[in-house]
Nanobody, 126 residues
Framework: QVELVESGGGLVQAGGSLRLSCAAS????????MGWFRQAPGKEREFVAA????????YYADSVKGRFTISRNNAKDILYLQMNSLKPEDTAVYYC???????????????????WGQGTQVTVSV
């Protein structure tokens, strides 16, 4: 079983940057496509980005495309989310996500297909 611990959240002004990290325990990290989701107050958890077993295959929500970059270090079992040009609407709790099994284009954006870390708060001020 893989345990996920997120870090790197905080308060930043609009236009700023943050880098989130997710440390994964367990030797199976490198066997999974991994993802980031987020949940704003009063809203449903939503897909942000996913990355395949290597860094070449990445997928993004339209709302973050061109601003966020997902990457992974399989040697260290760490997942990253580099967030640039942050906007107030990016304010949310961000969750590292491990899927229950193989990820397809059909299930990749489904929150119920993943297990989560505890989340890290990102707040973007105007």
């Amino acid at each position: 079983q893989v345990e996920l611990v997120e870090s790197g959240g905080g308060l930043v002004q609009a236009g700023g940057s943050l880098r989130l990290s997710c440390a994964a325990s367990g030797r199976t990290f490198r066997s999974y496509t991994m993802g980031w989701f987020r949940q704003a107050p009063g809203k449903e958890r939503e897909f942000v980005a996913a990355i395949g077993l290597i860094n070449d295959l990445t997928y993004y929500a339209d709302s973050v495309k061109g601003r966020f970059t997902i990457s992974r270090n399989n040697a260290k079992d760490i997942l990253y989310l580099q967030m640039n040009s942050l906007k107030p609407e990016d304010t949310a709790v961000y969750y590292c996500a491990k899927p229950h099994g193989a990820v397809t284009l059909q299930n990749m954006r489904r929150p119920d297909y993943y297990d989560w870390g505890q989340g890290t708060q990102v707040t973007v001020s105007v």
